[in-house]
Nanobody
């Protein structure tokens, strides 16, 4: 089970840190990802981090602004979002997968959190 938190309302240029807490004893065996979705659009990939945290991946629009990290001892993955833009407004979802793949597709992820809303005002 995944529980996302940390969303809220922030002005453009501001920062937020999302957290996703996972239950269970096998968190370190999962690749973790963040996706986002706005009404009427498909859920899109934002970032992913492999089990060891050595490898991270980002969609181009957030590179240099967002940072994904994980603390396997706390069963938690984070998404630090800086220099936020109005176009970052969305519901953000964390997800987990045991597969080894591209990691940018929703169908690759087996478990999903409930989502947390991020609103960036201009």
């Amino acid at each position: 089970q995944l529980q996302a938190s940390g969303g809220g309302l922030v002005q453009a240029g501001g920062s937020l840190r999302l957290s996703c807490a996972a239950s269970g004893r096998t968190f370190s065996s999962y690749v973790m990802g963040w996706f986002r979705q706005v009404p009427g659009k498909e859920r899109e990939f934002v970032a992913a981090i492999r089990q060891s945290a050595i490898s991270t991946y980002y969609t181009d629009s957030v590179k240099g602004r967002f940072t994904i990290s994980r603390d396997n001892a706390k069963n938690t993955v984070y998404l630090q979002m800086n220099s936020l833009k109005p176009e970052d407004t969305a519901v953000y979802y964390c997800a987990a997968t045991e597969t080894v793949g591209v990691l940018r597709n929703t169908w690759e992820y087996r478990y999903w959190g409930q989502g947390t809303l991020v609103t960036v005002s201009s």
